[in-house]
């Protein structure tokens, strides 16, 4: 199910980064987010025990150059409690990839 989850997930930033016209924007700051749901981190987005905002704060401070539907999608993923399903990004640049031909 997870997995289902995130290739919905992949396939509305996919569809949201085409409307805008910034899926190139997209793809490259989605190497980003690796660097910051990786599985050091993943523990600290999962602890049920801090605070939203706390996490929230740490997405703002890594931000720079993100896009900001894609701070939306992480802010919404710490919302659901499904921030671990970022580092599942090979679906997310799979679909992106395929959605440019590549």
Avoid: W
């Avoid at 704060?57 to 939306?72: D, H, Q, T, W, Y």
């Amino acid at each position: 199910m997870k997995k289902k989850n995130s290739k919905k997930y992949a396939y509305a930033l996919f569809q949201l980064a085409e409307e805008s016209q910034s899926v190139d924007a997209v793809a490259g700051a989605l190497v980003k987010l690796r660097a910051l749901a990786n599985k050091e981190t993943i523990p600290f987005f999962k602890n049920p025990f801090i605070e939203e905002s706390d996490k929230k704060k740490l997405v703002r401070e890594f931000s720079a150059g993100i896009p900001g539907m894609l701070i939306n999608l992480m802010f919404m993923l710490i919302e659901k409690r499904e921030m671990h399903l970022i580092p599942k990004s090979s679906a997310n640049t799979a679909i992106i990839s395929t959605g440019r031909g590549i």
